[in-house]
Structures are given as C-alpha cells and as structure tokens.
C-alpha cells in the first residue's frame, strides 16, 4: 500500500497521466465477487485507481466468482496475450518464495490457472480478512512463464522476514521449492529491497558495490 501511496504522490507532483495504460493484477481470490470488501478488486480501486486517472475500462483483474475458475484463469491468459503481453510487472515475493499466488512446488513453466494457497500464505494473509469468517483456500493467479513472459519485472519486498526468500531468489539455485529464483533467468529485473530485506545475502556487499541503490540482474 505504501508504494501505491509513493506512486500516487510522484505521479501528482510530476503531473504524470495514467489515462492511457492498461494494467492486469496478478491474481484474485476465488470465491470473491468483485465488490468483496477483501477482494483485490476493491483492493486496487480503493488504493490506486481512485485517486489516478487511470482508466477502469482497462484495469483487469480475474474474476474470482467466475462459475468456472478454470476457464477464467485461461481467459484471462488469452486476454494478456491479446494485447501483446506485459511491458512493467510489479511482483513482491511471499516468505516461502512465491510470486503471484505461484507457490512451492508450481510448475515454472506455468500459465495462468487456479492454484491452491499453502498454509503459510493462508496464515499470512488472515490478518486482511479478520472478521470475515473462512479465508479463501484458492486463488486465480497468473503462472511463472506468464510472469516471465513479461519485458521487465520489478521485485519489491521489506523486512527481515523476506531475508531468506530473497537470498534465495537471487542466490540460491533455480527450482520450484523457491518460485522466485526462476527470475534469475529472466533479462530485465530489479530487486528493491531495504537493509533488513538485504540481510541474508551472501553477496551483498557486491550488490551495494555495483549498484548502491539496488541490484538488477543485468
């Protein structure tokens, strides 16, 4: 939420128009309508889209009450593919190294598709649905290859607690216990992360070396 508060900031003081890009989120919760006060629908227009001139008639979320996720999630894949894919994808990273909903053990050559959420991502995201009885269980999430299949990708992620699924992304070997590591074959990514975040890589006085501000796999 903050980086969206940043965002909104910047694009004011510099008078950056949004009216003419097209966005699609990651992933939806399966289950949700749209106007679920937990959705990431109401997510993204409450802390984006309404305080932008970002056109809603070209913001794209999967359906999570679709009557069939699956065929939602293949719609939704076939919708990115029709505008010719995605230029700038924004990701964070889960504490078990997922991107999007794409947890341990996803296929890394996955497309968009229903996946089942693993305890430690339930028990993560609880905190957003106190109140609100059961927590979904399932989600609509674009796949690894669909986020690889993108021209550039952004990582953002902040506190100790991420330390070890970065290190593991950026360091550790490629395999699909840490989803994220896939990343590492992908030609235009940069990692944002702060000294807490940073904690847990063996390199990182290198990192700081190169790039003081950052680490970019270029």
Known sequence: MHLYEDFITLCRQKSTTLSKITT???????????????????????HLFSKTDIDTDTTYLPRGDAPDPHQEATSYETMIKSVGGIDLQLLGIGKNGHIGFNEPSSSLASRTRVKTLSAGTIEANRQYFRGDGQFPKMAITMGVETIMSSRECIV???GADKSEAIAKMVEGPVSASCPASVLQFHQNVTVLIDEQAAGALQMRAYYQQVHPRGYNND
């Not at 106007?35 to 997510?43: I, Q, R």
């Open 24 to 46: 699609f989120n990651l992933d939806e919760y399966v289950g949700l309508a749209s106007a679920h006060p937990h959705s990431y629908h109401s997510y993204m227009q409450e």
């Open 156 to 158: 953002v992620a902040t």
